[in-house]
């Protein structure tokens, strides 16, 4: 049997915050946001909305996909770098909230790759038949730790929470191949500071970032036993669409067959890729059989991909 999706889910806040909006705020313009990074507009959660509240709506639409019930699941993994509070985890929260009394719970903090490590951690559980369901969720509140005052990082980043039911699909489906990777020296180059702000150094992740995507991304793609060309569709991080396209051209795939809800949402961190696959999927671009390449990046510094067939 093979390991891979059988419920998917995201939420994002109502709160829209457009370009013309982020110029009232800092020295900026739609025009340099949009063409330097593909962004339009972000969401921004309520004053009294967290992160483990989007994690909750996120991971009920996830069960509710799935037609799962929170008792079954066995292990909850929320990959977050805006937790409500260190300890108790945000994936504690979740637990009690969902009612998920069999589930053990853990955060999992690797940036904007955290998504991709819960994912992956998950498949190592069901695959050695110690757990048969696992929700795994990305959930954000970068609101909460963006300098406002640095127009270099705050026009980025947006709120929202992306969540996945993980368990056994047929033989073939599910995750064919995985990577996870990391360099802790690069850790200077984006990092939360003493003020609580998220701090970057924007040439240095954009150089890593375009050069770890479509690497790992060939990566999983050869260890799987295709080629690039075999590619139905693929969901990067969504931090910049120059780096999402300089990826996409590395692989030689076309447009329409990449995932692209940063013109919408910003980059979400570790929300970025399950809101782009449950988008994804329910918008019809990814179909049962497709192959699919999850790939991110991000803080730490990390990165982790997976290649995928779509379905269960
Ligand atoms: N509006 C207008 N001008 C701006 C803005 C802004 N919001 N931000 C920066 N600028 C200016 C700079 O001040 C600079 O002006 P100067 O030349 O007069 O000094 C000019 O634009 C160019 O700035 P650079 O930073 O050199 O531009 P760059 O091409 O590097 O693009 C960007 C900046 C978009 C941030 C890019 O570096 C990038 O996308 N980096 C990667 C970001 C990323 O992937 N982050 C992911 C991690 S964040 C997280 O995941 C939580």
Redesign the pocket.
């Given at each position: 049997m093979g390991v891979g999706v059988i419920g998917l889910g995201h939420y994002v806040p109502e709160k829209v915050l457009t370009n013309e909006d982020?110029e009232k705020i800092?020295?900026?313009?739609d025009e340099?946001?949009r063409t330097?990074?593909g962004i339009e507009e972000r969401r921004i959660a309520a004053d009294d909305e967290d992160t483990s509240d989007m994690a909750f709506h996120a991971a009920q639409n996830a069960l509710k996909d799935g037609n799962i019930k929170a008792e079954e699941i066995d292990l909850i993994l929320v990959a977050t770098?805006t937790p409500d509070t260190p300890f108790p985890s945000v994936s504690c929260m979740l637990q009690d909230r969902l009612g998920a009394t069999n589930a053990a719970a853990m955060d999992v903090s690797a940036?904007?790759s955290g998504f991709m490590y819960a994912m992956i951690t998950a498949k190592q559980f069901i695959e050695t038949n110690a757990y048969k369901k696992i929700l795994i969720v990305g959930s954000?509140k970068?609101s909460k730790i963006i300098n406002w005052s640095d127009?270099?990082?705050?026009?980025?980043?947006g709120d929202g929470a992306g969540a996945a039911v993980m368990g056994n699909v047929s033989e073939g489906k599910g995750i064919l191949s995985f990577e996870l990777g990391s360099n802790g020296a690069g850790g200077k180059e984006?990092y939360q500071n003493e003020m609580d702000h998220?701090v970057?150094?924007?040439?240095?992740?954009?150089k890593f970032?375009v050069r770890q995507m479509p690497e790992s991304s060939i990566n999983v793609i050869e260890k799987a036993g295709y080629n690039k060309e075999d590619v139905d569709y693929l969901i990067p991080?969504q931090?910049?669409i120059?780096?999402m396209d300089a990826a996409r051209e590395r692989l030689g795939i076309s447009e329409d067959k990449m995932a692209k809800t940063i013109k919408k949402y910003g980059?979400n961190?570790s929300a970025?890729i399950p809101i782009a696959l449950s988008e994804s999927v329910k918008n019809g671009k990814i179909k049962d059989n497709d192959l699919i390449v999850l790939v991110g990046?991000?803080?730490g510094l990390t990165w982790g991909a997976v290649a995928l067939r779509w379905g269960m």
């Open positions: 982020m800092v020295d900026t313009n340099w946001i330097m990074t770098v940036a904007c954000e970068l127009r270099n990082t705050c026009v980025l980043l984006l998220l970057m150094n924007g040439r240095e992740v954009f970032a991080h931090a910049n120059r780096i980059n961190s970025s990046f991000g803080g």
